[in-house]
């Protein structure tokens, strides 16, 4: 008599658990036009932002959330990052979705409503520091919109509210 033995192989993947931090933010940012060399262009055409919004920090990345309104209307945004890249989408009063990954040109469509204008952006440097309590993105880019050309810092501040830990 031979026997004959069997076995069941069960398999299955382990999966990181990654811890994901949201916390209720304050955001500032600011957009200053550059010359070609980088420089502050003349008089400074600066744009200057403040806003409350959400922040989701992994290790994966972060992502932004947060509304800005003024007198062309309400423009939510949200921003991530990944990798060493970051995109910003922005829907309502601006319809974008930029993307910037140090040297690379990219292209999409900028729309104010009713216009809509093909936009290029080459990021020149991304500098991302960011935990998961908040942190700073700066942008330092080329731009072109509707045939226009300039270059710009963008540079959001990333913090909690003080009464959050």
């Known amino acids: 008599m031979t026997a004959v033995a069997t076995a069941t192989v069960l398999s299955f993947k382990v999966r990181k658990m990654t811890k994901i931090t949201e916390v209720k933010i304050r955001i500032e940012s600011s957009i200053e036009n550059l010359d070609s060399a980088g420089l502050v262009d003349g008089e400074v055409e600066?744009?200057?932002e403040e806003a409350e919004g959400f922040y989701r920090y992994s290790d994966e990345g972060a992502t932004l959330t947060y509304a800005i309104e003024n007198e062309g209307g309400r423009a939510e945004s949200e921003i991530m990052c990944v990798g060493g890249a970051v995109t910003v989408k922005r829907r309502g009063a601006i319809e974008?979705?930029?993307?910037?990954e140090e040297g690379v040109c990219h292209t999409s469509l900028y729309c104010v409503p009713p216009y809509k204008f093909d936009a290029a952006v080459t990021a020149k440097r991304v500098r991302l520091s960011l935990d998961e309590r908040g942190?700073?993105?700066?942008?330092?880019?080329?731009?072109?919109?509707?045939g226009a050309e300039k270059s710009a810092r963008m540079k959001i501040w990333i913090?909690?509210?003080s009464n959050q830990i």
Do not use: A, Q, T, W
């Not at 942190?135 to 509707?146: A, E, F, Q």
């Open 159 to 161: 913090s909690p509210f």
């Open 135 to 146: 942190g700073r993105i700066d942008l330092l880019y080329n731009m072109k919109i509707g």
């Open 46 to 48: 600066r744009s200057v």
């Open 96 to 100: 974008s979705e930029l993307l910037f």
